[in-house]
T-cell receptor, first 110, second 113 residues
Framework: DAKTTQPPSMDCAEGRAANLPCNHSTISGNEYVYWYRQIHSQGPQYIIHGLKNNETNEMASLIITEDRKSSTLILPHATLRDTAVYYCIVRVGYDYKLSFGAGTTVTVRA | EAQVTQNPRYLITVTGKKLTVTCSQNMNHEYMSWYRQDPGLGLRQIYYSMNVEVTDKGDVPEGYKVSRKEKRNFPLILESPSPNQTSLYFC????????????FGQGTRLTVV
């Protein structure tokens, strides 16, 4: 799987959009970008995934650059409950294993 | 409600005393796996199962056993626990279809003294 690079931490004001970057410069054509988050030692929670098109669901939006070497997860209106570690994972579609890196610790402040 | 259930949530045990952590999912998923999470090392896969009676080693299988006799259950067995197996354990499941999300249990915090 391609390696990902995320900032170790970031702060966000409650009610504002949180933009979480992820670099995956060695991504190959059949690898998808997945985002999960983990709230305070609970089980990781799936957020969103995509291949090359931008994706949106009820939780977040995923913006993938045209060259696919980086992506941004957008939480449109961060709340205190969004405080968590966010993981960007790149993997091929047929591989069910998830390789978690260190992630980004996001702290939403009131 | 779709969920993955692990038991127990917390366990303190002594070195060498066999223990089993249970995992059950109600989504009819084919794929199940176990991870352990340690500070500074992230989540690492222990074992996984592609379907009933099909299991394989992940990245850190030493000291663990698993079985998959029914689709819904995937217990993790520590035959002779040691202190270095003190960790936070997660069970996960996903359907057999590509590009699907994984569902995780709430975790089991194990301490071996």
């Amino acid at each position: 799987d391609a390696k990902t690079t995320q900032p170790p931490s970031m702060d966000c004001a409650e009610g504002r959009a949180a933009n979480l970057p992820c670099n995956h410069s060695t991504i190959s054509g059949n690898e998808y970008v997945y985002w999960y988050r983990q709230i305070h030692s609970q089980g990781p929670q799936y957020i969103i995934h995509g291949l090359k098109n931008n994706e949106t669901n009820e939780m977040a939006s995923l913006i993938i650059t045209e060259d696919r070497k980086s992506s941004t997860l957008i939480l449109p209106h961060a709340t205190l409950r969004d405080t968590a570690v966010y993981y960007c994972i790149v993997r091929v579609g047929y591989d069910y294993k998830l390789s978690f890196g260190a992630g980004t610790t996001v702290t939403v402040r009131a | 409600e779709a969920q993955v259930t692990q038991n127990p949530r917390y366990l303190i045990t002594v070195t060498g005393k066999k223990l089993t952590v249970t995992c059950s999912q109600n989504m009819n998923h084919e794929y199940m796996s176990w991870y352990r999470q340690d500070p500074g090392l992230g989540l690492r896969q222990i074992y996984y199962s592609m379907n009933v009676e099909v299991t394989d080693k992940g990245d850190v299988p030493e000291g663990y056993k698993v079985s998959r006799k029914e689709k819904r259950n995937f217990p993790l067995i520590l035959e002779s626990p040691s202190p270095n197996q003190t960790s936070l354990y997660f069970c996960a499941s996903s359907s057999g279809v590509m590009n699907t999300e994984a569902f995780f249990g709430q975790g089991t915090r194990l301490t071996v003294v």
